[in-house]
Structures are given as C-alpha cells and as structure tokens.
C-alpha cells in the first residue's frame, strides 16, 4: 500500500511538532491523535494532497487564532511552509475571533459566523468541516460508550451536553443546507444521531 506524499507527511511533522506537549482536555491521550484520524477520513474519500494537508494543520490554525495570531504570523507559520490556499481553506471554516470589522465575537457569534461562512465556502474547505466534526463527533461517541461515568466526559465542554450536540447537529444541517451532499454527510449524520439518542437514554436514565 503506498504511503502519504511527502507534502502530507510535511504536514504530520509540523503538526507534530505544534502539538507536541498537548493532551485531550480532561484526558492524558495526546491531542496530536485527531490529525491523523481526520486525514484517514478524508483519504477515504479519496480527497487530494491539498485536503488533507489542509485537514492535517486545521487544529494547528485554530490554535493560532485562538492565540491572537494576525494575518501576517499565520502567513510566516503556515502559509509560507504549505501554501496560501491551504490556509485559506483552513481559515474559512474555523471559528473567528474577530468579525470583518474587527469586533471581537463572543462564544455564540463565533458559532453562527462559521455556520454563516460556510455558505461562502468551497468543497475543499467543507469536507475539512465535515471530517473534523466526524472525527471529533466519533471520538466524543467513543468515550461515552466506555464509560460509566459520562457526566466526567461532558464536563471537558464548557457549553455543556445539550449546546455540545445542538452544535453537531447544526454543522450537519448547515452543511446540507448549502449543497454539500457527498456520501461523508451519512456518516456525520449517523454519530450525531448516535450522541442525540444516547443523551437522551441518559437523561431518562438520570
């Protein structure tokens, strides 16, 4: 079996390096898992170099925004290495910390705005949304399954149980609402109905 290019195993090592010391909230398993996962997802879908590229440094991109990064940093630490077009199509679907005019968005506004700018999007930038909340939404499903206490689980979320699955269920709606219509859109709407009923046996359970 042939293995990744050399610009997709760039990407690993870059993305290995940035987060080298992180770990999954409220866990000791290293953060770095989810990038390999989310480049497994796309190329089973057998998207090209670029995407997966770009789904490799999408945590590493948000991270930086997160930390306040402008234009000009994001472009030396990412856009140099791997391309412009690799980190726009990052940028278009991670949450912003500031509006076009520079206001500064709070938690919620963050939300809708991604959900807004997906309308605005390309495929390839979609398929990252779709894969990173396939990605995140199995692993989150995965650790409910195997756990007898599940409110440990919820409370690595500051938005808590409901507004968590409400997001999923949004991305997935959004994503069909704008015409992303490939077969990645079943399995996203399989885990979200997946966390949507084991939140309710837990409720009933409760």
Not at 39 to 45: D, F, G
Not at 46 to 70: K, N
Not at 144 to 171: C, H, K, M, N
Request: glycine share 6%.
């Amino acid at each position: 079996m042939a293995g990744y290019s050399d610009p997709i195993n760039h990407a690993f090592a870059f993305a290995a390096k940035h987060h080298d010391q992180q770990v999954r909230k409220g866990t000791r398993y290293p953060y770095l898992t989810a990038a390999p996962n989310l480049a497994v997802i796309l190329a089973r879908y057998a998207q090209d170099d670029p995407t997966l590229v770009a789904g490799i440094l999408h945590d590493v991109v948000e991270d930086c925004v997160r930390d306040g990064y402008t234009a000009e940093m994001l472009n030396r630490r990412v856009g140099d290495k791997f391309g412009e077009s690799v980190l726009s199509t990052v940028l278009a679907v991670i949450e912003r910390r500031y509006d076009d005019e520079g206001i500064e968005l709070s938690h919620h506004e963050r939300k809708d705005d991604l959900l807004d700018r997906l309308a605005h999007a390309d495929d390839r930038a979609r398929w990252i949304a779709a894969a990173d909340h396939l990605q995140s939404g199995g692993t989150l499903l995965a650790d409910l399954r195997r756990t007898d206490f599940p409110e440990a689980v919820w409370s690595r979320f500051t938005s808590g149980r409901q507004a968590t699955i409400q997001w999923y269920r949004r991305l997935h709606d959004r994503l069909a609402e704008v015409g992303f219509r490939f077969p990645i859109m079943e399995e996203l709407h399989d885990v979200v109905r997946s966390l949507e009923r084991y939140a309710g046996e837990e409720t009933r359970s409760g």
